[in-house]
């Protein structure tokens, strides 16, 4: 082996590699970077022992101090709970119309209603229940089943075609579909759903189905076609479309029917968040 070669200005040996006449030095490591890195060692076998570390097949090693993440959420949630616990048992006694009647508490319900709506509603209702196609919208003043507090706490916990033995329930018949009415008295029918909500018509077809109208769908929607709140039979004289008021949507919507599903949420939801909620969306612009 070739002898070291020690650089004579620094006195350090060189590695041998050389390029254009430029040798590489071969210094040692300082020392306090060395001690650093030894230290790191000691430290992550320390924290190994200590705190939970090595993924085993189905478990993994708790670590001597025990400690837990789970736990310590579980013990914010405790503390959190605590710290609203006043509140939500003076919601709990509280009717919604005297949470809406005192400030403190109704900002907390507010809160707490907003919170649970967007992990429990947005998904079919939106964010801030702004509504989608087949979704309705919980901010504007036309309500399927009622728009008070009390209406809107009642459509939470039963749902509307739900599993809940309550739910809010009626189904439109698929009036082409089980052929209850043929397809020239459907388009007519359409016509005149076109016409008492304020769109282009044929005049002739709507006459003729204004007929149909009061026979087929006046039990459910009012011969004005303004709606029966009791049997949740929408309004079909204004604007707002649950479904879509385009003539290609409501021929769809008579022929074949709908019938959407809210979830009950009595079982999911305690009572206090279902107060929250409902003095939530009431208090979203649209309330009654
Ligand atoms: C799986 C989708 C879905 C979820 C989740 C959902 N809803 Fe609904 N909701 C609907 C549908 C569909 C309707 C309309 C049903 C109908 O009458 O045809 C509705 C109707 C309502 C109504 C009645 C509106 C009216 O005009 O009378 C209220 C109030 C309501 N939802 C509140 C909520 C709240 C609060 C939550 C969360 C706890 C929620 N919904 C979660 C689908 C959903
Ligand atoms: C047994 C009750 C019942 C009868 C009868 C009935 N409907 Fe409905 N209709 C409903 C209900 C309930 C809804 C809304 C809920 C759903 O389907 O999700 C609805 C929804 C609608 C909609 C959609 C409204 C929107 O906002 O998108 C239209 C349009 C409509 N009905 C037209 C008719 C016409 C036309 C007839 C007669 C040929 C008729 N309905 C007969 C109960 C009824």
Request: proline share 5%.
């Amino acid at each position: 082996m070739a002898e070291k070669e020690i650089d004579e200005l620094t006195g350090l040996p060189t590695t041998g590699h050389e390029w254009d006449g430029i040798k590489e030095l071969n210094s040692p490591i300082p020392r306090w970077w060395i001690y650093t890195f030894y230290v790191t060692i000691v430290w992550g076998i320390a924290f190994m022992i200590a705190m939970p570390s090595i993924p085993l097949v189905n478990d993994y090693t708790k670590g001597v101090l025990g400690f837990s993440q789970r736990d310590s959420v579980r013990q914010d949630i405790v503390d959190a709970r605590a710290a609203q616990s006043g509140f939500r048992d003076r919601i709990e006694q509280a009717s919604l119309e005297e949470i809406r009647d005192i400030p403190d508490l109704f900002d907390f319900a507010v809160a707490g209603g907003k919170s649970a709506f967007s992990v429990n509603c947005s998904q079919c209702h939106g964010a801030g229940g702004a509504g989608a196609p087949g979704f309705p919208n919980l901010n504007d003043d036309a309500w399927i089943w009622g728009g008070n507090p009390d209406e809107i706490f009642d459509t939470i916990r039963v749902g509307i075609r739900s599993d809940h033995p309550d739910t809010r329930f009626n189904q439109m018949p698929a009036f082409l579909a089980d052929e209850l009415l043929t397809r020239e008295e459907v388009s007519d029918v359409v016509e005149h759903v076109l016409q008492i909500s304020g769109q282009d018509h044929d005049e002739d077809a709507a006459g003729r189905g204004k007929a149909v109208f009061v026979e087929q769908c006046s039990s459910c929607h009012q011969e004005s076609g303004k709606g029966v709140r009791e049997l949740g039979g929408p309004n079909l004289t204004d604007a707002i479309w649950l479904y879509g008021g385009s003539r290609d949507e409501i021929r769809k919507t008579v022929a074949t029917a709908r019938n959407g599903v809210m979830p009950a949420w009595e079982d999911r939801l305690d009572e206090v968040t279902r107060k929250q909620l409902a003095t939530y969306v009431h208090a979203l612009g649209g309330g009654e």
